[in-house]
């Protein structure tokens, strides 16, 4: 399914994981609210929507979230299965973010042994 969306992860949960630990990286949730009610969230995750992440990750917009401000700073989405992450992940470098990952789908990080959040 991922060859749809350009292939599967590029970066490991482990490298997340590790980013996440020394503050060089952020996780980021690009799922509807609904849906993190529903399967909970990566530990350690940031939940941006990926109907707002034009007016919330903009470094140049009023709204934008503090940790989108850094464009240096490496992000890695992830949503359901991959694929609005892929968009939200072009959408990023679009605003000048110069490291974005995608790693796929929710169940990557389970898969891996990524710890899990009820919202």
């Known amino acids: 399914m991922f060859g749809l969306f350009g292939g599967g992860p590029k970066i490991s949960v482990d490298e997340v994981k590790a980013g996440l630990a020394q503050g060089t990286m952020i ?6 609210k609904q849906e ?4 909970g969230t990566a ?13 919330k990750c903009d470094p140049r917009s009023p709204d934008c979230l503090p940790a989108f401000k850094d464009t ?6 992830y949503c359901a299965s ?15 973010h110069e490291d974005v ?3 796929g789908g ?9 710890e899990v959040v009820n919202v």
Request: charged share 15%; net charge positive.
């Open 82 to 96: 991959g694929a609005r992450s892929s968009n939200a992940a072009s959408l990023l470098k679009r605003l000048g």
């Open 106 to 114: 929710l169940h990557n990080w389970v898969a891996a042994g990524g």
């Open 101 to 103: 990952q995608n790693l």
């Open 43 to 55: 530990k350690g995750a940031i939940h941006v929507p990926l109907t707002v992440i034009a007016a």
């Open 72 to 77: 240096k700073l490496t992000k890695v989405l």
């Open 27 to 32: 996780l980021v949730d690009v799922r509807d």
């Open 36 to 39: 993190l009610h529903m399967t």
